[in-house]
């Protein structure tokens, strides 16, 4: 047994080694890139990924396809906004009232909701996004079509306000970061089971005690805070909003980055983001003048590429590839699955 958790420890060493370099690349990155338009880039991949992250509890491991979270997200952007121009509250603290203001919000509007599954479920949260972008559109206290801006002046921590995308980007990290092992404890959670659960059959998750309605509203909680915490960060960076940031193609957008890395896993949307959103803001870059809107028309194809060929996205594909053995055996030198299952079942028991 001491060789086995030897083998164990080691595989476990490696694979922090790795993701510890992978992590000392991206904190070393701003050094050596000085460009603003690459530090920009990696800026709208952090927080992109990170309201795919979002998307992907409620549509990936709850399996509730919902395409309103371009509405959280412009909603917790719009209250962090109006608690720091209308009520002076600093911007770290508006984004924590902006999440709970969002999370109630979200919990209050879908709880009836939860009884469609499903087309009906989507066709909802559509209508939701696009009834709260009409609300806006229409409401001088959300400022009507012109939108909401926020102060410019010194750099400033307190303020979160820099002139430079230096510290958007560790914020960007650290945020993808956090929410990442967030979704990671969720995964392993009692809640997490209770999830997958309800995806692959709602009716057998209720018939051995579990409260899909419960876990849903939870699920969608988590995910709207998530969404608006993006949205606050999106506000903060651009220092303006307008109710465009709700509508329906942005809750696409953070669809995408899960569908093309793979829904099924919490680093679906870090890899899908890695790929698509350089590859959108380059041709939007190169070929926006030649055809307008090419980044949606290249998601469009895209998703019906994955789809069509390819439905457990990228990691779907690399779990089961000999890429993955091949790291797993000579660079990892990660043991068996019995070997793996029995040093954990020992250690859970005590025995360790």
């Known amino acids: 047994m001491s060789e086995k958790r030897k083998a164990v420890r080691t595989y476990h060493r490696n694979l922090a080694i790795m993701l510890g370099i992978m992590l000392l690349i ?17 800026v709208l991949v952090f927080y992109m990924s990170t309201l795919s992250m979002a998307w992907n509890l409620l549509g990936g491991m709850t399996g509730q396809n919902s395409l309103g979270h371009a509405a959280y997200m412009g909603l917790g952007a719009y209250a962090s906004c109006l608690l ?41 949260s559509i209508a939701f996004g696009e009834a709260l972008r009409q609300f806006i559109i229409n409401s001088t206290f959300f400022g009507r079509a012109s939108g909401v801006g926020l102060p410019f002046g010194r750099d400033s921590w307190l303020n979160f306000r820099f002139g430079s995308k230096i510290p958007y980007y560790y914020v960007g990290l650290a945020m993808l970061l956090l929410v990442y092992l967030l979704m990671k404890k969720i995964e392993r959670s009692k809640m997490g089971y209770a999830l997958r659960t309800i995806r692959e059959d709602e009716d057998a998750a209720a018939a051995i005690g579990i409260n899909p309605t419960r876990y849903k509203i939870m699920a969608v909680v988590v995910s709207a805070m998530v969404a608006a915490l993006v949205g606050f960060f999106y ?4 220092r303006y909003i307008d109710p465009e940031l709700m509508i329906l193609s942005k809750s696409t957008e953070s669809v995408l980055p899960a569908v093309v890395g793979g829904a099924a896993f919490v680093e679906g949307p870090l890899v899908g983001g890695l790929i698509m959103i350089p590859l959108s803001e380059f041709l939007r870059a190169k070929y926006s003048s030649i055809l307008p809107g090419i980044n949606m028309l290249m998601y469009a194809v895209v998703l019906l590429v994955v789809i069509r060929f390819r439905p457990t996205g990228i990691l779907g594909w690399y779990m089961h590839s000999r890429v993955k053995t091949f790291i797993d055996t000579k660079i990892l030198l990660k043991p068996p699955v019995e070997v793996l299952e029995e040093v954990e079942l020992a250690k859970m028991s005590g025995k360790e």
Do not use: D, E, Q
């Open 84 to 124: 720091i121009t209308k009520a002076g509250i600093n911007p770290w603290f508006s984004a924590i009232l902006g999440m709970v203001i969002v999370g109630l919000v979200a919990g209050i509007i879908f709880y009836p909701c939860f009884i469609l599954r499903g087309p009906y479920f989507t066709l909802v």
């Open 235 to 238: 506000a903060s960076y651009i």
């Open 26 to 42: 991206f904190v070393c990155i701003p050094l050596f890139v000085k460009s603003p338009y690459i530090m920009n880039i990696f």
